[in-house]
């Protein structure tokens, strides 16, 4: 998945977005034992869409700070803090 990919994927418009092709976040299964990258590409490949997607049939529509940290830095630190619970 390209950065060009990703942005066009973070503009999709919540209320305009087929729900039928949303992924439940819920669905989605990690292998803890695989590196961080490998849990990353296996999230990214699951879930398709990682800024619009389902949990439990509500739409989620995820948002970052224009001058926040990315997408990468974000999924990174979410999967270290399960990693460590």
């Known amino acids: 998945m390209t950065t060009y990919e990703l942005d066009r ?6 209320d305009k977005a087929d729900r039928t092709k949303l992924v439940d976040i819920q669905t989605i299964k990690i292998d ?3 590196s961080v990258v490998q849990r990353m590409e296996s999230y990214i490949k ?7 997607f ?7 529509k995820m948002r970052f700070e224009p001058d926040g940290k990315d997408l990468t830095h974000k999924l990174k630190n979410y999967y270290i803090s399960i990693k460590t619970c």
Do not use: D, F, R, W
């Open 9 to 14: 994927m973070s503009q999709t418009e919540i």
């Open 54 to 60: 389902l949990c439990g049939g509500t739409a989620v």
């Open 32 to 34: 803890p034992l695989q």
């Open 46 to 52: 699951q879930i398709k869409n990682p800024y619009l």
